[in-house]
């Protein structure tokens, strides 16, 4: 059974940097598909980014382009999350996500089939 497990997060001032990590045991990491979403309070879960599992396909969603960036590393089960000039609307609870050979969309939640717990970030203005 796959598990993911989240770690990173924590308390900035608007404009610093955070770098998110997604750790998945228990499953063969090279052939899933990751994602990070997010959920603030009284908010729906959002797409935040997408890799693919060669690495090759990257997205991210429109709230975070350009500031945020999602990379891999396969030797370490390792997913990770890199958060550039963060805004107060960044704040949440950022949620690792996982699938293997997706039927849905990729920025969809319901395509993913195993979550971590999450990690908080809370962004100050």
């Known amino acids: 059974q796959v598990q993911l497990e989240e770690s990173g997060g924590g308390l900035v001032q608007a404009g610093a940097s955070l770098r998110l990590s997604c750790v998945a045991s228990?499953?063969?990491?090279?052939?899933?598909?990751m994602a990070w979403f997010r959920q603030a309070p009284g908010k729906e879960r959002e797409f935040v980014a997408f890799?693919?599992?060669?690495?090759?396909?990257?997205l991210e969603g429109a709230s975070v382009l350009g500031r945020f960036a999602i990379s891999r590393e396969d030797a370490k089960n390792t997913v990770h999350l890199q958060m550039n000039n963060l805004k107060p609307a960044d704040t949440a609870v950022y949620y690792c996500a996982a699938v293997v050979d997706p039927a849905g969309t990729v920025v969809a939640d319901s395509t993913y089939t195993t979550w971590g717990q999450g990690t908080q970030v809370t962004v100050s203005s």
């Open positions: 228990g499953g063969t990491f090279s052939r899933m598909d």
């Open positions: 890799i693919s599992w060669s690495g090759v396909h990257k």
